[in-house]
Every structure is written in C-alpha cells, then in structure tokens.
C-alpha cells in the first residue's frame, strides 16, 4: 500500500483485526493473479498504445451528470505486472493510472496530513478532467462528540487539499463502524463542514457504517445541508441508496480477485446502468433506500469507486465500466 507522504492508500482502520502478516498475503495475492494472466496482458497491450487518449468522464445522455470511475489509490505493489505494465517506473504509476481512470480516491490523507506540493503534483500527472476525491482526517471523525471537530476541519484544509484545484472533487467523510446515529450530534457536524473556500464551492460526502443510521431522520438530515451519503456495496456494512444533493458516491466493494474483470460481466452491465440512471437524475429500484420519498429528479454527477479487500482486480473492473459507458 502506499506510504501516508507519498501518495494515497487503502490501509486497514484501528478499528479493524490487525492485518496479516506480508508474506502470507503477497502469496494470496500472487495467486490470484495467477489464475488470470490475461489480464497482465491486456496492460501491456494498452501500454503499448500511447496515442490512445485517455478516458473522458462519461456523460449518461445529453443533459446528464459526468460519471467518474476509478479505483482506492494508485501505489499498490501488486498492481506492477498486472495494471501496472512491467518495468513502468512507480514515479509514472499515478501518470498512468489517470490515463486509464477518470478519477481516484485519495485514501492516504484519512491517516495522515500530506503537504501541498503533494497536491500540486499530483494534479499535474493527471489529465485534464480528471478528479479526485479526497478521504477526510480521521482524527476528525474518530471522536466521541462530532460536535467538537472545528479545528480539525480547518486543520485537514490547511494541509493544502485545495492545491489540487480543479482536479478536486468530493471530500469523503468516513465514520467508524462502531459510531451511532446522534441526530443532534451528526448534525452539528454537519453545519461545521465549509460549503466554500476562497471563493471555491466544496463538495462533502459522509460514509456511515451502522445500521442506526438506517432511519429516515437520517436522510432528512442529510437533505437538510444537501450532503450525500455514499452507498456502501459491502458484505457488512449497511447500504443506504437515497440520493440527497446534487452528485451520488458509491463504492463498490464486492469484487472478486479470481474475475479478471473483478466483477462478472452480468453485474458490471447492472452497474454501468445504475450509474447512468444516477447521472440521469433517477433512482435504481433495486438498490436499498431508507425514505420512501423520493429527491428531485435532475441530472447528477455520480463518482464510483472500484474498491474490495484484495483489490488486485479492482482497475480492470473500473475500466471495464469505463468502457461500458462510453
């Protein structure tokens, strides 16, 4: 995974087992891709093909919201020979990646504070459309009163996210699995989250993990300050699709190692077609919503993330739903 200064990251939270021991799991990881070399092939084949422009975020119908599709990060050793082509030196994998993604969660910055010339780099190795979403400090959500978090969120902004410019998309504010719906609490947390910045509109999402937040109080406060929350596909965490604001966030976390494609064809199809819907300004009726009413029908931008615990297959199956919506 990456280092916290150097690029972004999907590191384990506190609140989770400790992870297993590195050895034990570059064997499992070797394995997997062993099972699918066509997919090592297929990087290397795209490679060799520079003057293929890179991908545009998608646009579901004229009058829609962009799609953006991408993966948790770009520095991940076992990447290297699989998305990554063999011999790419990893001061180009971010280079890379923005030439096969449309966008990519900075995972890193939930552990640690970066620099600004981080951001400023970063931004400069992507292309043009392209955007990030940031993860906020989890110094600012780990806490038992949300409603004491001020400082903190003006500190995560000091670090310099804003330095990416318009490679910045939402910030992602994710809660712990053990923390509980407080409507008075949540709520004060919520007003604290700046709406804009030297003159610059900001974008919040919050990632919830217990079910107490599966109660229509819940998304009535979300729609009060017109912030989403992301819908979780996940084996434990609750999935709460009701659209509030204007752009939804999903992250999709079921993929599998053993599909070269992550996902089978069937349901990256499913996918591609939810996030159309989104962008179209609709609601997919086959995902989980908390409220029965619906929010407004206009058009969205929609930000999807690839993202599951092995996760060596997660590029392939955002590109394959790149591919789907063009």
Same mark, same amino acid.
């Given at each position: 995974?990456?280092?916290?200064?150097?690029?972004?990251?999907?590191?384990?939270?506190?609140?989770?087992?400790?992870?297993?021991?590195?050895?034990?799991?570059?064997?499992?990881?070797? =394995?997997?891709?062993?099972?699918?070399?066509?997919?090592?092939?297929?990087?290397?084949?795209?490679?060799?093909?520079?003057?293929?422009?890179?991908?545009?975020?998608?646009?579901?119908?004229?009058?829609?919201?962009? !799609?953006?599709?991408?993966?948790?990060?770009?520095?991940?050793?076992?990447?290297?020979?699989?998305?990554?082509?063999?011999?790419?030196?990893?001061?180009?994998?971010?280079?890379?990646?923005?030439?096969?993604?449309?966008? !990519?969660?900075?995972?890193?910055?939930?552990?640690?504070?970066? =620099?600004?010339?981080?951001?400023?780099?970063?931004?400069?190795?992507?292309?043009?459309?392209?955007?990030?979403?940031?993860?906020?400090?989890?110094?600012?959500?780990?806490?038992?009163?949300?409603?004491?978090?001020?400082?903190?969120? =003006?500190?995560?902004?000091?670090?310099?996210?804003?330095?990416?410019?318009?490679?910045?998309?939402?910030?992602?504010?994710?809660?712990?699995?053990?923390?509980?719906?407080?409507?008075?609490?949540?709520? =004060?947390?919520?007003?604290?989250?700046?709406?804009?910045?030297?003159?610059?509109?900001?974008?919040?999402?919050?990632?919830?993990?217990?079910?107490?937040?599966?109660?229509?109080?819940?998304?009535?406060?979300?729609?009060?300050?017109?912030?989403?929350?992301?819908?979780?596909?996940?084996?434990?965490?609750?999935? !709460?699709?009701?659209?509030?604001?204007?752009?939804?966030?999903?992250?999709?976390?079921?993929?599998?190692?053993?599909?070269?494609?992550?996902?089978?064809?069937?349901?990256?199809?499913?996918?591609?077609?939810?996030?159309?819907?989104?962008?179209?300004?609709?609601?997919?009726?086959?995902?989980?919503?908390?409220?029965?009413?619906?929010?407004?029908?206009?058009?969205?931008?929609?930000?999807?993330?690839?993202?599951?615990?092995?996760?060596?297959?997660?590029?392939?199956?955002?590109?394959?739903? !790149?591919?789907?919506?063009?």
């Amino acid at each position: 995974m990456a280092k916290q200064a150097k690029s972004a990251s999907t590191k384990k939270s506190s609140t989770k087992p400790p992870a297993k021991k590195a050895p034990a799991k570059e064997a499992v990881v070797k =394995k997997a891709a062993a099972k699918t070399p066509a997919t090592k092939a297929s990087s290397a084949t795209a490679a060799a093909s520079p003057s293929r422009p890179a991908p545009k975020p998608a646009v579901a119908a004229q009058g829609s919201g962009h !799609i953006y599709i991408g993966v948790g990060g770009w520095t991940f050793a076992p990447w290297r020979g699989v998305f990554y082509p063999d011999k790419l030196p990893q001061a180009k994998e971010l280079e890379y990646a923005g030439s096969k993604l449309t966008s !990519i969660e900075i995972n890193g910055t939930y552990y640690g504070s970066q =620099k600004p010339e981080s951001f400023r780099k970063w931004a400069r190795e992507v292309p043009d459309g392209f955007v990030f979403s940031v993860k906020g400090s989890r110094f600012t959500t780990n806490r038992r009163v949300l409603a004491e978090a001020g400082d903190s969120i =003006k500190h995560f902004y000091n670090t310099g996210v804003l330095e990416l410019g318009d490679r910045l998309g939402p910030v992602l504010w994710q809660f712990a699995p053990t923390k509980k719906f407080d409507e008075v609490d949540f709520g =004060k947390f919520l007003e604290l989250l700046p709406r804009e910045m030297h003159g610059r509109k900001l974008r919040h999402v919050v990632e919830v993990r217990h079910d107490s937040f599966r109660t229509p109080a819940f998304i009535a406060l979300l729609r009060q300050f017109e912030i989403p929350v992301v819908f979780a596909e996940h084996f434990t965490y609750p999935g !709460i699709a009701d659209v509030v604001g204007d752009f939804v966030y999903a992250r999709l976390q079921k993929g599998n190692d053993d599909i070269a494609t992550c996902y089978p064809p069937q349901q990256l199809d499913q996918w591609a077609k939810r996030l159309q819907l989104w962008a179209s300004g609709g609601e997919p009726d086959d995902l989980p919503r908390v409220d029965a009413a619906r929010a407004p029908n206009k058009p969205r931008d929609v930000f999807a993330y690839v993202i599951h615990e092995g996760k060596v297959r997660a590029p392939a199956g955002a590109m394959e739903l !790149i591919e789907r919506l063009r």
